[in-house]
């Protein structure tokens, strides 16, 4: 059966404006960005860390219509996309004062949470985004 | 449009068409307004869930949302369908629930620290919208991913106390 998650996806309203994000600001690396010639492949990844990409999606025509699009665009940008991506570091104090530094929108500050410390982020166009620094499996047992 | 040929079955072809093009671009137009509009909206809403214990400051979130203090609980409302009021509300009592569940801390001090300035308005809101009193929620919620070590100790079946978690956590507070 199944043995991994390979590829999933973030609709993105803009893949340069995504790129300075995903990659500029959230430090991700680009694996692929191909011109398809009908759309442009663009996934990122955790620099090092292959096998999991992102593909920054952007909604529209041929995939679907326009009206369609744009019903999409105003719900992403209404937050209504919900939670779009989970991310792991090892300190999140410190990934939390790298972003508040690069001018990330942040929607909570590092909370600790029963899993970890957490925080959360808004991409540009209004997907969420939250970053976990898991609690370490040895405390979990104690 | 230019109506040139004189010919009327043309012209209003021609005049659809210019009509539908124009329609096509005004509706994009409009929809990127509505972007625009809508981000700026969810940033008032991420700056209150962000903040949520600090009092409701409609002039500060109506700066962040880029419109007038009077236009903004009504964009608000028709963004997200409820008035910023409201929306706060429940996410200070859904932190309540949170650290009445997860937490022992006191009633009053939840209270206070979520941000309600009077216990008696927070135990009003809590009922009306969990329907139990904040004591009665905490005594019934279960701890969510609480160590295992946690749950052997406090929930085995004991002659030695209070037989249970929910029991144990009433009879210490009172």
């Not at chain 1, 996806?9 to 692929?32: I, M």
């Not at chain 2, 008032?44 to 009077?70: K, N, T």
């Not at chain 2, 939840?110 to 135990?123: D, V, Y």
Request: hydrophobic letters at 35%; aromatic letters at 8%.
């Amino acid at each position: 059966m199944l043995n991994s998650i390979s590829i999933s996806h973030v609709f993105v309203l803009d893949q340069d404006q995504a790129l300075d994000f995903y990659v500029g600001k959230l430090g991700l690396e680009v694996s692929n960005d191909l011109d398809l010639g009908f759309m442009r492949w663009l996934t990122v990844r955790v620099p090092g860390q292959p096998g999991r990409d992102v593909l920054l999606e952007k909604p529209g025509p041929p995939a679907m219509d326009e009206a369609s699009a744009d019903q999409l665009r105003e719900l992403i940008t209404k937050g209504a996309s919900g939670f779009t991506l989970g991310l792991t570091t090892n300190d999140c104090q410190k990934t939390y004062e790298t972003l508040v530094s690069r001018g990330v929108e942040i929607t909570q500050e590092p909370t600790e949470q029963s899993y970890g410390t957490d925080i959360g982020v808004r991409d540009p166009f209004g997907n969420h985004i939250r970053i976990v620094q898991p609690v370490q499996v040895a405390t979990q047992r104690s | 449009m230019c109506g040139v040929t004189g010919d009327r079955y043309e012209r209003t072809e021609a005049d659809c068409a210019t009509a539908g093009l124009l329609a096509c671009g005004l509706i994009t137009t409009m929809s990127r307004a509505i972007e625009e509009f809508n981000r700026r909206q969810l940033r008032a809403r991420d700056a209150m869930d962000r903040a949520y214990a600090q009092p409701l400051d409609i002039a500060r979130l109506a700066g962040i949302a880029c419109v007038s203090e009077a236009h903004f609980i009504r964009a608000f409302r028709a963004t997200f369908g409820e008035t910023p009021h409201r929306y706060l509300q429940r996410r200070r009592v859904e932190r309540a629930m949170f650290l009445l569940r997860e937490t022992s801390r006191a009633v009053t001090e939840i209270c206070f620290e979520i941000g309600f300035t009077s216990l008696g308005t927070f135990s009003r809101t809590f009922h009306d919208i969990v329907g139990k009193s904040p004591t009665e929620y905490r005594r019934l919620a279960k701890v969510k991913a609480v160590p295992t070590c946690f749950t052997m100790a406090w929930t085995r079946p004991s002659s030695l106390g209070p037989s249970s978690f929910g029991e144990a956590d009433t009879a210490r507070r009172q």
